[in-house]
């Protein structure tokens, strides 16, 4: 007589999910560790700074990944044939040894993980995690929109400049270089405020798929735009105090709000703000409890 052996049903339902991304780990393991030291140490390249909000949003794509499980598991299994395109060139972007292309292979094998496995289906599922790694990879994007930024380097230096003269000190604006008593400070492209912005819309996106809302177009574009309003004022704010610091010679507090605790503390109650909002909003749009309901609340 034959015993059969029955594998755990753990390993049935989410073995393969879970052999996956242990791979994946050990595989991206440096350059997990390489990003994680250049964004708490600040020692990464400046553009791939800007990425930094994948702190958060990683682990929160892993989390609805292991929430979707069972969903992936009653997919039918399909291979879609894009997906092993993506998983070649994903490959040949790791093997290659250039960082910007060895990174941008992370998520390209992440998603042909999932068309090779489910197919559309599998991407169809899975696409706002894959979107949190896609805009968490450091690129050079960056990079390639600072020659574009001139504009808003000139209003925040213009705003910034109209704010301090209302203090009545010595001020003077010549193009993106703000002049307090004597001290001149520039609002350079990496100032504009893009990482901030960055951070905003993807710590929104977050909010908005954990209160389910982003099926909502009218609350989407909503939140989007607060959080673009709500990042611009605060970095025309924080370079407004950066210039008044600067010029009143007070060092130390012009580097903890540029680079040190004073900066990461207003960024934090930036996305408090953002938090808020959306707190409100979802209060203001719940639709009203039935009377029978206040009733008993109150009995």
Sequence with gaps: MQRSQKRPRW????????????????????????????????????????????????????????????????????????????????????????????????????????????????????????????????????????PFTLPLQRFITNVAGFILMQARLNVAVTDVYLEVNGQTVEVAPYCAGLKMLFTSLYVTLILLHMTDSLKSVKKTIFMLAAATFISVNANIIRNTLLALFHGLGNQTAFNSLHEGAAGDLYSALMLMCIVGINHWLDRVTAPPQPLTERSSHHE
């Design 11 to 146: 390993l049935e339902d989410d073995g393969l999910i879970i052999l996956l991304a242990l791979a994946l780990t050990v595989i991206y393991l440096p350059m997990f560790g390489y990003w994680l030291d250049g964004w708490f140490n600040k020692n990464i390249g400046i553009e791939h700074e800007y990425f930094s909000h994948a702190i958060i949003g990683f682990p929160y794509a892993a989390y609805v990944v292991w929430q979707q499980r069972r969903k992936w598991s009653k997919l039918p299994e399909q291979c879609h044939f894009s997906g092993l395109v993506l998983l070649v060139i994903g490959v040949i972007f790791y093997l290659t040894g250039v960082p910007d292309l060895a990174f941008l292979s992370f998520p390209l094998i992440l998603t042909s993980i999932c068309l090779c496995l489910k197919g559309i289906p599998g991407l169809k599922l899975q696409w706002f995690p894959l979107l949190l790694v896609f805009l968490g990879t450091p690129n050079p994007i960056p990079y390639l929109l600072t």
